[in-house]
């Protein structure tokens, strides 16, 4: 055990603990997540695809990565940042508690030295989920922390339960108070922490709380996905001491301060995996740059396993699919299994599959919403409980359709690619949270498509 590390004090120089004040009246959050303009995407479908893309950077690595930035006073530089609109809430909600914010494309420049505010308030809150990443590094350098309970898109219970129990083990005091996590710790302890179930944000946060914790945390049933291995090698470059990130047990020794450090965020394994997804359910050839293969085991052999040819060579994925899609049957399951951000771009690919494929849901309850969207396409799907089956028809036929989340968006522009005549896709502000450029990629492999009001 390293020796103990004298604790932070409240006055400390380097970060200014904010004045509470009264959080703006809370409401019940509305099922979806944005109240801006209604963007549409207009698809005309039937034409393979053929082309060449570039995988941008992964949103869910570079969220926690930009939230780490509060850990420590020095300038932390972070590379393939994506423009997305989570990205752009994440750096408002950062500017807000004093971050000094610089972007530049896909750099983003930040300097936590004389943050100002350490509350997070429900209007940025209410839109991302990941918002609740900040609880962390705000708790283990300020001493506290005032952060909104969570929205988001509605696919289901993300409860932030785990968060809050592994700070307390780490010796935070946390309250709810009007819809607020309110935490406090002068300053915190290293401690053994098995969370009830696997969460990756829960992982991220708490991995981020621990490197400034007095003493050794160790982190059991730890999230194994890609990202935190991503931000477990951002944080190292900042200073901190992380073992066991990729496994599902991990080991921080906590150290008194970080420094600056750069950071290029991992290729984007979901956009990677849903432009694959459209070209499989299209037909047709493409080739994707900087994309990293070893994170997408589980999807690329159910890809193989449908029909597609798919070669990985010098950071690049080559697929090819000449013929209809045989139907493939999954069951998400936290990573290294097959992912629930893949779910329902698979359901669309199955749509137009030959055979019967079935697709069990085990992580998010309410993830089966897109269902009724592909059914007006045509598709012939039945759900029962947390399995959806699909029997694949030779054709979709184009109609409208609206998002409900993420993933959903993403799926009715695969199954719009593959249908005959025009799909028009509403709400896709879900879409700009999670994909950039969607339509200026997918035109780009050959896609006759274009945003509209």
Known sequence: MPAA??????????????????????????????DGPMDKLKILGGTRLAGEITVSGAKNAALPILAAS?????????DNVPQLQDVATTLKLLKQMGVAVERD????????????????????VKTMRASILVLGPLVA???????SLPGGCAIGAR???????????????????????????????????ATDMVTVTGTENLMMAATLADGETIIENAAREPEVVDLAAALSAMGARIQGAGSDRIVIQGVERLHGARHRVMPDRIETGTFLSAVVAAGGSAVLRGAAAETLGAVLGKLREAGAQIDAQNGALRIRMDSRPRAVSL???????????MQAQFMALNCVADGVGEITETI?????????????????????????????VYKLAGAPVMATDL?????????????????????????????EKMEAKLAALGAIVHRTR
């Open 5 to 34: 590390v004298p604790a932070v004090p409240a006055t400390s120089p380097r970060i200014t603990r904010a004045v509470q004040f009264r959080p703006p009246a809370l409401g019940r959050a509305a099922p979806f997540c944005f």
């Open 70 to 78: 509060l850990l420590t006073a020095d300038e932390f530089i972070v």
């Open 105 to 124: 494309n896909a750099t983003v420049r930040l300097k936590a030295d004389s943050v100002t505010r350490t509350e997070a308030p429900y209007e940025l």
């Open 141 to 147: 350098r300020a001493g506290s922390a005032r952060v």
């Open 159 to 193: 409860p932030v339960d785990q968060h809050i129990k592994g700070l307390e083990a780490l010796g935070a005091t946390i309250r709810i108070e009007n819809g607020f996590v309110v935490a406090e710790a002068k300053r915190l302890r290293g401690a053994r922490i």
């Open 331 to 341: 069951r998400t399951a936290p990573y290294p299994d097959f992912p629930t951000d």
């Open 364 to 392: 998010f309850e309410n993830r089966f919403m897109h269902v009724h969207e592909l059914q007006r396409l045509g598709a012939n799907i039945t759900i029962d409980g947390n399995m959806a089956t699909v029997q694949g």
């Open 407 to 435: 993933r959903a968006s993403a799926s009715l522009i695969v199954a719009a690619l593959a249908a005959e005549g025009e799909t028009t896709v509403d709400r896709i502000y879900h879409l700009d949270r999670g994909y």
